[in-house]
């Protein structure tokens, strides 16, 4: 089981930003910027390589709740949405998750 699903299943707090039937965000504990969000689906998908078909649905209500989520935090027109898969690519945490980075300027290309 992974931390972040301990949190999904509320055995370790944290304030909760954002919650629907299909997601949890919370505020990134190694913030890369002054708003630094994730957004984990309340599905255990490892990483999006494994996701499929029948996810679909899914991943675009994570890209729905980043929208709004943005919205709330004022920066709507501003913002980076950034999913490392695998080890190679940064993943800590073996539980798929978006970042949502905004608040400052973002330079291309990243990292």
Same mark, same amino acid.
């Given at each position: 089981?992974?931390?972040?699903?301990?949190?999904?299943?509320? +055995?370790?707090?944290?304030d909760?930003?954002? +919650?629907?039937?299909?997601?949890?965000?919370?505020?990134?504990?190694?913030?890369?910027?002054?708003?630094?969000?994730?957004?984990?689906?309340?599905?255990?998908?490892?990483?999006?390589?494994?996701?499929?078909?029948?996810?679909? +649905?899914?991943?675009?209500?994570?890209?729905?709740?980043?929208?709004?989520?943005a919205e709330?935090?004022?920066?709507?027109?501003?913002f980076?949405?950034?999913?490392?898969?695998?080890?190679?690519?940064?993943?800590?945490?073996?539980?798929?998750?978006?970042?949502?980075?905004?608040?400052?300027?973002?330079?291309?290309?990243?990292?």
């Open positions: 089981m992974t931390i972040f699903k301990k949190i999904i299943d509320k +055995e370790i707090p944290t909760i930003l954002y +919650e629907d039937d299909f997601c949890i965000a919370f505020n990134d504990i190694n913030p890369q910027a002054p708003i630094h969000i994730l957004i984990i689906p309340k599905k255990e998908i490892p990483q999006l390589s494994l996701s499929d078909d029948n996810d679909s +649905e899914l991943l675009g209500k994570l890209l729905i709740a980043a929208n709004k989520i709330d935090h004022d920066t709507k027109d501003a980076r949405i950034v999913i490392n898969n695998g080890a190679k690519a940064g993943q800590s945490v073996f539980h798929l998750h978006l970042h949502l980075l905004a608040g400052r300027p973002l330079s291309w290309p990243p990292g």
